[in-house]
């Protein structure tokens, strides 16, 4: 049994034998006699939600207070550029010109610190906003309108909101190819925020996935502007993170421009790449990247997780997992074979920040959730000793979960001239404290009794018969296949019994008292 997260698509390999279930983020597959698990990214790739504001009522009160004393300015500043813009007075003076955009640029300012100005704009000011923001003779006014916008969109609690929306996303998608890299560089973060509201109010007429192509264009650009390149990384992260299932002619555009951001030395740049390719395997739940380009953007990564930069380890580790999860069997051999991969995964393991440790398991949880000669390969890379060590050190209970689905997978998976090798690499390990890890999940236990049961840890008796690790595994098997007429209820049936010679764990399945002890 092995641990992993959704359906593997497009691969006929990884399915031989096997029966699909999705239950609580697991997918349950069976080879060769074992019920193998693979997982989900983590939702830590994700921004959490920025649109309401969740401060402590003390500083919300101090916050709304600083609020109020900013409202007579920015009421004089919206009738200041709302009276020059409706007479035109741009066209007939310089000097009137320099005080709008100054005017414009002050209130950008202003909401941009503090959003909850956002509610004092109507709409009548915002409509004369839009129409002075698609003349392109004024490219500095249509800069600062942008910093107007980009708060608005995302925190304005006005009702029609969703019309602004509507509105000014054609505007931005056209001024996008401005060539005033100022103009270009707001545009595009105008776009990100304006992504963020759409999948907020769930816009679905909006062919914002149009603006993908000039996204892309920008990036694949051999000459262009850092704060241009950075904005459109961005943007095109903020695609990946909200409509990663954008169609495929479009994913043809978005991949190699993902691609070349990993391939970059610059900082940034490479830490979006890693970061939204890992969103848009997730989020389509496939491997986007064809198999030719695989072996040059895995041996990249291999070189990012040596790099002494953390952000680029991290983002290189993010990466790799999902690859480790979406990618075929030829992959993962691919990750194994890569030279020194093995080696850096097990110097990460080791190290003393435990996100990186956190990650670097992940991976192994993936790779050992695949098949016989996978697991081998992380017993013969000595992987299983530098495990059991972060289960045994780590006091942080969601690293050493992750530990113990890694080595759970390699004792369900492991064949028979491996399990001793596997026995004394876990001699130490106390089994009831691995068996603690996974009893939120009842797959997970499943994995890990199954597993212990194959490397002959414990033995099992069923209604009072003792059964091999064979019959176990068609129990477990019927357990996942039909999860309505065999359950786990963990509240209540399972408890740990003190018993002669070590410990015992009371196990009920609908009634069936099963003992599941150790020697």
């Known amino acids: 049994m092995e641990l992993e997260g959704h359906e593997e698509q497009g691969s006929e390999q990884g399915l031989e034998q096997g029966c699909l279930r999705n239950r609580g983020g697991f997918e349950c597959r069976e080879e060769q006699g074992s019920l193998r698990f693979r997982r989900n990214q983590d939702n830590d790739l994700k921004r959490p939600p920025n649109f309401v504001f969740g401060d402590p009522p003390r500083i919300a009160k101090e916050l709304a207070f600083t609020t109020k004393r900013k409202e007579p300015r920015v009421n004089e500043l919206i009738c200041e550029i709302k009276n020059a813009l409706e007479m035109d007075l741009i066209n007939e003076d310089e000097g009137q010109m320099e005080d709008i955009e100054n005017s414009t640029k002050e209130l950008g300012d202003m909401i941009t610190t503090d959003p909850r100005l956002c509610d004092l704009l109507d709409m009548d000011f915002l409509k004369l906003l839009l129409l002075f923001f698609k003349r392109d003779p004024y490219p500095h006014l249509q800069a600062y309108i942008a910093t107007i916008f980009k708060p608005f969109v995302i925190y304005s609690c006005n009702e029609d909101v969703v019309g602004v929306i509507r509105s000014v996303t054609p505007i931005v998608m056209n001024i996008i190819n401005s060539r005033v890299s100022m103009v270009q560089v707001e545009a595009l973060w105008l776009l990100r925020n304006l992504l963020d509201a759409i999948s907020k109010f769930n816009i679905e007429d909006l062919l914002v996935e149009e603006a993908l192509h000039v996204i892309t264009s920008l990036i694949m650009r051999r000459s262009i502007g850092y704060g241009v390149l950075y904005a459109a990384c961005v943007s095109l992260l903020g695609f990946c993170e909200n409509f990663p299932k954008f169609s495929s002619e479009k994913l043809k555009l978005a991949v190699p421009a993902l691609i070349k951001l990993i391939e970059s030395n610059v900082l940034s740049s490479l830490t979006i790449g890693c970061r939204g390719l890992a969103l848009l395997c997730d989020g389509r739940e496939e491997m986007v990247v064809d198999d030719a380009d695989l072996d040059c953007l895995i041996g990249r990564l291999v070189l990012l997780m040596n790099s002494p930069e953390r952000a680029m380890v991290i983002s290189a580790l993010n990466a790799m997992r999902s690859i480790a999860r979406w990618g075929t069997d030829a992959v993962v051999e691919t990750i194994i074979k890569k030279d020194g991969a093995l080696l850096i995964l097990s110097i990460l393991l080791d190290e003393d920040d435990m996100y ?46 992750v530990a113990v689905w890694a080595l759970s997978n390699a004792m369900s998976g492991v064949g028979l001239d491996q399990i001793e090798c596997l026995r004394t690499s876990c001699s130490k390990v106390y089994w009831l404290d691995f068996l603690n890890e996974t009893l939120h999940q009842s797959l997970c236990l499943l994995v890990a009794l199954e597993g212990l049961t194959n490397i002959k840890v414990i033995k099992v008796t069923w209604d009072g018969r003792l059964i091999d690790g064979v019959e176990l595994h068609s129990i477990f098997k019927k357990i996942v296949q039909e999860p309505g007429t065999v359950s786990i209820d963990f509240q209540h049936d399972i408890t740990f019994l003190s018993g002669h010679g070590g410990l015992m764990l009371e196990l009920w399945i609908n009634g069936h008292n099963e003992l599941l002890f150790y020697n």
């Open 356 to 401: 990186i440790v956190k990650q670097t398991c992940w991976i192994l949880s993936n790779i050992t959730a695949r098949k016989e000669k996978h697991i081998r390969a992380v017993i013969d890379g000595e992987l299983i000793g530098p495990l059991v060590h972060v289960f045994e050190s780590c006091k942080l209970s969601d690293v050493r979960e």
